[in-house]
């Protein structure tokens, strides 16, 4: 069964807004350490987004979406939109 990404990203996050977010050793202090983990969110949940489109499979769809709204608005909280989006076209180029 494969890792859902998104639900990882939401632990982390949770984690870092109750200051208890630690990577190995280190406290994290910043956001910016969660890019690599939103990065791998994004890009499950608009794969699946894409694969429920092709079975059409309009339920899934939806609750994906949903999904990545809610990834939207933590990006955007958290103010990591635009280093999120910058690794992903560096990825797609």
């Given amino acids: 069964m494969a890792i859902n990404q998104f639900a990882q ?3 982390l996050v949770y984690s870092y807004k109750n200051s208890a977010l630690y990577l190995g050793t280190d406290k994290v202090e910043t956001s910016d350490r ?3 983990q939103c990065v791998l969110a ?9 694969d429920a489109i092709k079975r059409k499979s309009w339920g899934y769809m939806e609750r994906c979406c949903e999904d990545s709204v809610a990834l939207y608005n933590l990006m955007t909280e958290l103010n990591i939109k635009d280093a999120v989006y910058a690794v992903i076209r560096e990825q797609r180029t």
């Fill in 34 to 36: 969660l890019v690599e």
């Fill in 9 to 11: 990203f939401q632990s």
């Fill in 42 to 50: 994004f890009n499950q949940i608009h794969d699946d987004i894409t």
